[in-house]
């Protein structure tokens, strides 16, 4: 897959307001609010590469599929295919504030 | 090999030594203390039961303690500390220069298709809502455990 390839499927998610492909050796590509946001892409692929390492015993492998770090205002998502990393940051919609 | 996976059947090239306990077991299974360990067969089975009883007890017994007073009698002089740590360090050195270079994981691959999975609908806030619920709880909880100390941890038999 091009890079092109990579990112034109990123472009349309709904309320995205920047996005990140990441691969073992560094960003392969971003935009948006993640333009070049080289700490959060250090960030997202040490929590993905944490979470991906619980085991739920008797549940196929990997037991997720995207992994959703959400703030107030918007959501980072992130998902793992093809060794490589997508980061994409979306906005919250969703009314009630979260009271962590 | 990692030292998490090694087990006590793996005995090959063993200094006998390096695998020698700090503290010795003080009353080993194999010895069991006079006139337990051997029932004759004549004696009644009511007898013969009780026997094995006392013998499951004192076995059991030897098992669950610790006797410091015999750790104290086989005392290691500071220099054989010392012997000990050098010869572990080295034979560590040595393990680790024959583990391959460890390399970081490899990434799971969670879906081929991550921009129909990243554009689907966010997680509702109702399961956001619960999961944080249960983590606070979780997180109350495990501040909560403390160790409530009941009894010596060192005793006396009293032995008349």
């Known amino acids: 897959m091009t890079t092109a390839g990579l990112t034109a499927g990123l472009e349309r998610i709904p309320d995205q307001l920047g996005y990140l492909v990441i691969s073992e050796d560094g960003v392969l590509a971003s935009a948006g ?28 492998e990997p037991p997720f599929k995207r992994m959703s770090v959400t703030l107030e205002d918007f959501v980072y998502m992130v998902t793992v295919s093809g060794q490589k990393v997508f980061v994409v940051k979306r906005q919250n919609n969703q009314q009630e504030p979260i009271n962590a | 090999m990692g030292c998490c996976y090694s087990s006590e059947n793996e005995t090959t090239e063993q200094d006998p030594d390096e695998r020698k306990p700090l503290i010795p077991h003080p009353n080993p299974v194999s010895k069991p203390p006079n006139g337990t360990d051997w029932i004759p067969t004549s004696v009644p089975s009511a007898r013969t039961d009780e026997q094995a009883l006392l013998t499951s007890i004192l076995t059991k017994t030897a098992q669950n303690i610790i006797d410091v007073s015999a750790a104290d009698s086989v005392m290691m002089e500071q220099h054989e500390y010392m012997d000990k740590a050098r010869q572990y360090s080295t034979k560590l050195a040595v393990l680790s220069n024959t583990l391959p270079q460890k390399k970081s994981l490899a990434l799971p691959s969670l879906t081929s298709q991550p921009h129909q999975v990243l554009a689907s609908d966010p997680v509702p806030y109702s399961d956001v809502q619960q999961v944080s619920k249960i983590a606070a709880y979780a997180y109350s909880a495990i501040s909560q455990i403390k160790v409530d100390a009941k009894e010596e941890l060192v005793v006396q038999f009293a032995i008349p």
């Not at chain 1, 946001?37 to 979470?51: G, K, L, P, S």
């Open chain 1, 33 to 60: 609010e993640l333009e070049n946001d080289e700490h959060t892409a250090a960030v997202m692929m040490q929590m993905v590469r944490t979470a991906s390492r619980f085991k739920l015993p008797g549940s196929p």
